[in-house]
């Protein structure tokens, strides 16, 4: 019988063993720098899916604590760690969140209408200086003033 691996009940039969045989073969050395929960990932999926907003203490890579009210945009995985990209309403800016200093994470009920993301990608708006440097290919991006969450005060 073959290992159960996710989404193997929809795999057509060569498939599955392919997934099964790489489950069983692969070892992940390294694990992420932090350890953040399913339920978290899960609370800010929702909240992007259901634009919806999210309260949620933070606290920056200097110690300094802070509640935070955020558009949730997209969660990314970058260098082994999770980061949420969001709208950070206190600030009016575009923020970049280390998950694993984020908690008390809680859905906020209400409409809103959601800022635009200031740039192309995100890929773009993260090595662009989050927007603030131009681009090889392209040239300048989108205006933006969006900063990593406590490397400017805020």
């Given at each position: 019988m073959t290992p159960n691996v996710c989404g193997?009940?929809?795999?057509?039969?060569?498939?599955?063993?392919r997934a099964a045989?790489?489950?069983l073969v692969t070892?992940?050395?390294?694990?992420?720098?932090?350890?953040?929960?399913?339920?978290?990932?899960?609370?800010l999926a929702d909240a992007v899916?259901?634009?919806?907003?999210?309260?949620f203490d933070?606290?920056?890579?200097?110690?300094?604590?802070?509640?935070?009210?955020?558009?949730?945009?997209?969660h990314v995985l970058?260098?082994?760690?999770?980061?949420?990209?969001?709208?950070?309403?206190?600030?009016?800016d575009w923020r970049l969140f280390c998950i694993d200093r984020i908690r008390d994470l809680t859905?906020?009920?209400?409409?809103?209408?959601?800022?635009?993301f200031p740039d192309l990608s995100i890929e773009r708006w993260l090595t662009s200086d989050f927007g603030r440097a131009g681009t090889a290919e392209e040239g300048d991006p989108r205006p933006?003033?969006?900063v990593i969450s406590g490397r400017r005060p805020g």
């Open positions: 193997s009940s929809v795999l057509p039969r060569r498939l599955r063993r045989a790489t489950a070892e992940v050395l390294q694990q992420p720098a932090a350890v953040i929960t399913a339920a978290t990932i899960g609370v899916a259901g634009n919806t907003r999210v309260r933070y606290t920056d890579r200097d110690g300094v604590r802070s509640e935070r009210l955020i558009e949730p945009y997209r970058r260098n082994g760690r999770w980061y949420l990209v969001g709208f950070d309403v206190g600030r009016a859905p906020v009920p209400g409409d809103h209408e959601p800022q635009p933006s003033r969006g």
